[in-house]
């Protein structure tokens, strides 16, 4: 039986010991011949969390916690050498992007991004031009109407690739700055709906509106994805400091996509079958 000194310990104090903590976690599944298993990897690693640490970890969706790959990305991301942090949007402050080149692939890529259904009775879908009634995208199984973009690692973006003069972005917006509909976290209930987001100067406008034809008031972003290595799309977003990498869900009825970070505490907001889990894939062209 293993004592506790013979587990491995991360305490978050800088981007060193984040970076020798993946390689510790590498050493020991090559040790017990795991090297390929994600799961296992992921499984190891919760047990080194502790301090300032564990809360940060605790802060991350279930589909990070329970992959490797997407643990350590997200470690990579929180833990940089420097404390420049990205800008979310245009308006942010000024900042230099750190090199990501170790997230994504350098060169930006053109795609179509698969909605894949946990319960895995959906066919192959895509994400969809059409945009619902509230001006949110939805999922469709037809191909050809699959939303076509251009992911970029050092912007984290996905430019719509529309044929329109003006930039767009599959982005998100969140209806208001209300408590319920904004904070993220464990146990938030806060949530962005992913719709087009265009970069009109001197800010960026969102398609979200009310029934009432009145637009969404809460905080728009256009620069948050990251591409795993297995081509998963991870949506990371910045909130009082803190980083999230959300899941993502669909509402049955509208077919319209969300963005949240605590699914359960989420999902208690609506009736029961009213929202599935899925994730986004890159799927190259």
């Known amino acids: 039986?293993?004592?506790?000194?013979?587990?491995?310990?991360?305490?978050?104090?800088?981007?060193?010991?984040?970076?020798?903590?993946?390689?510790?976690?590498?050493?020991?599944?090559?040790?017990?011949?795991?090297?390929?298993?994600d799961e296992w990897m992921?499984?190891?690693?919760?047990?080194?969390?502790?301090?300032?640490?564990?809360?940060?970890?605790?802060?991350l969706s279930p589909a990070v916690r329970d992959s490797w790959d997407a643990l350590k990305k997200a470690l990579l991301l929180q833990y940089q050498p420097s404390s420049t942090t990205f800008p979310l949007t245009p308006t942010a402050p000024a900042a230099g992007p750190p090199d990501r080149n170790i997230l994504s692939p350098a060169q930006?890529?053109?795609?179509?991004?698969?909605?894949?259904?946990e319960s895995n009775t959906s066919g192959m879908t895509y994400l969809c031009g059409d945009l619902s009634f509230n001006g949110v995208y939805t999922w469709t199984q037809d191909v050809s109407k699959a939303l076509i973009v251009k992911h970029s690692p050092e912007e984290l973006s996905l430019e719509v690739l529309d044929g329109n003069t003006v930039k767009c972005y599959a982005?998100?917006?969140?209806?208001?700055?209300?408590?319920?509909?904004?904070?993220l976290g464990k146990e938030g209930t806060g949530y962005l709906?992913?719709?087009?987001?265009?970069a009109t100067s001197p800010d960026l406008t969102a398609s979200l509106k009310y029934p009432d034809g009145r637009p969404g008031t809460g905080r728009i972003i256009a620069r948050f994805w990251d591409v795993g290595s297995d081509g998963a799309l991870l949506p990371l977003v910045w909130q009082?400091?803190?980083?999230?990498?959300?899941?993502?869900?669909?509402?049955?009825?509208s077919k319209e996509l969300a963005l949240t970070s605590d699914y359960a505490a989420f999902s208690k907001r609506w009736k029961p079958n009213e929202l599935e889990k899925v994730q986004l894939r890159f799927e190259p062209l």
């Open 42 to 59: 992921a499984l190891l690693a919760t047990t080194a969390f502790t301090g300032q640490a564990l809360r940060w970890y605790t802060t």
């Open 240 to 253: 009082y400091g803190v980083q999230y990498c959300l899941g993502v869900c669909v509402f049955t009825d």
């Open 193 to 198: 709906h992913l719709t087009p987001v265009r």
């Open 108 to 117: 930006p890529r053109t795609g179509r991004i698969r909605v894949v259904f």
């Open 1 to 37: 039986m293993m004592s506790e000194t013979d587990f491995i310990r991360f305490e978050g104090k800088d981007a060193s010991e984040a970076e020798e903590f993946i390689r510790s976690i590498n050493i020991r599944a090559f040790t017990a011949n795991k090297l390929k298993d």
């Open 171 to 183: 982005g998100a917006q969140s209806w208001d700055l209300s408590p319920q509909n904004r904070n």
